[in-house]
Nanobody
Framework: QVQLVESGGGLVQAGGSLRLSCAAS????????MAWYRQAPGKQRELVAAITGGGSTNYADSLKGRFTISRDNAKNTVYLQMNSLKPEDTAVYYC????????????WGQGTQVTVSS
C-alpha cells in the first residue's frame, strides 16, 4: 500500500525558512513526477512545485526564487525548501506522487500545516 508522509511543517515568522519532506513507502512501481501543492483556507488547492525523476522542475510563477524542490530517488523522498516566507504562504501543504508506467496512479499525503506569522 502506497503511503506519502509529509513532515517539516510548523509555525515560523515572516522572513524565515522551513524545509518540508515527503517520504513515499510501499512503492513497487516507478515514481514519475513528485509535487507539492498547497491549500489556504477558503482557496483552491494550487501547485507549488513539481519535479520529474530526472530532476526537471516546474514552479508556480509567484514562488520562483523563494521555494526550491528537490528529490532523492534512492529514498523515494521529495523536499521543499521554503525561504523568505510570507504570511500569504500560510496553508496546508500536500505531497503528490504520480506512480506507474503505462497506467499511472496519483497519490496524496495527508498534508502538513505551514503557518507564517507577521
Amino acid at each position: 500500500q502506497v503511503q506519502l508522509v509529509e513532515s517539516g511543517g510548523g509555525l515560523v515568522q515572516a522572513g524565515g525558512s522551513l524545509r518540508l519532506s515527503c517520504a513515499a513507502s510501499g512503492i513497487s512501481r516507478r515514481i514519475n513526477v513528485m509535487a507539492w501543492y498547497r491549500q489556504a483556507p477558503g482557496k483552491q488547492r494550487e501547485l507549488v512545485a513539481a519535479i520529474t525523476g530526472g530532476g526537471s522542475t516546474n514552479y508556480a510563477d509567484s514562488l520562483k526564487g523563494r521555494f526550491t524542490i528537490s528529490r532523492d530517488n534512492a529514498k523515494n523522498t521529495v523536499y521543499l525548501q521554503m525561504n523568505s516566507l510570507k504570511p500569504e504562504d500560510t496553508a496546508v501543504y500536500y505531497c503528490n506522487a504520480d506512480i506507474g508506467t503505462i497506467i499511472t496512479t496519483s497519490y496524496w499525503g495527508q498534508g502538513t500545516q505551514v503557518t507564517v506569522s507577521s
